[in-house]
């Protein structure tokens, strides 16, 4: 069993940084998919960044290319999401999630999911 709890969502304005942070409990080794993905209003869930364990394998969405950067502490079991040059269309809940195996955007594969951590861009 894994759980996963995030922190460092908030507000700031646009332009700004935030760094996100996913705590992992339980065994995550071996060939593990960790993600993140974000969530507005009305809308269904998109994934963010993903980073494939143990080669570190990164990918990323369109939109946030050369802005964001997902890594992870194994020392920790820790998982991050550095979110530079934040845009008012990044205002979104933010999840992190794991699966076993390789990775895939489809929200249905990943087996679990932290609780979500709000951020919010300001013009």
């Known amino acids: 069993q894994v759980q996963l709890v995030e922190s460092g969502g908030g507000s700031v304005q646009a332009g700004g940084s935030l760094r996100l942070s996913c705590a992992a409990s339980g065994s995550i080794s071996g060939h593990y998919c960790l993600g993140w993905f974000r969530q507005f209003p009305g809308k269904e869930r998109e994934g963010v960044a993903l980073i494939e364990l143990p080669r570190r394998t990164t990918v990323y969405r369109d939109s946030v290319k050369g802005r964001f950067t997902i890594s992870q502490d194994a020392a920790t079991n820790t998982l991050y999401l550095q979110m530079n040059s934040l845009k008012p269309e990044d205002s979104a809940m933010y999840s992190c999630?794991?699966?076993?195996?390789?990775?895939?955007?489809?929200?249905?594969?990943?087996?679990?999911w932290g609780q979500g951590t709000q951020v919010t861009v300001s013009s």
């Open positions: 999630a794991a699966a076993s195996g390789i990775c895939y955007w489809s929200t249905w594969k990943f087996a679990y």
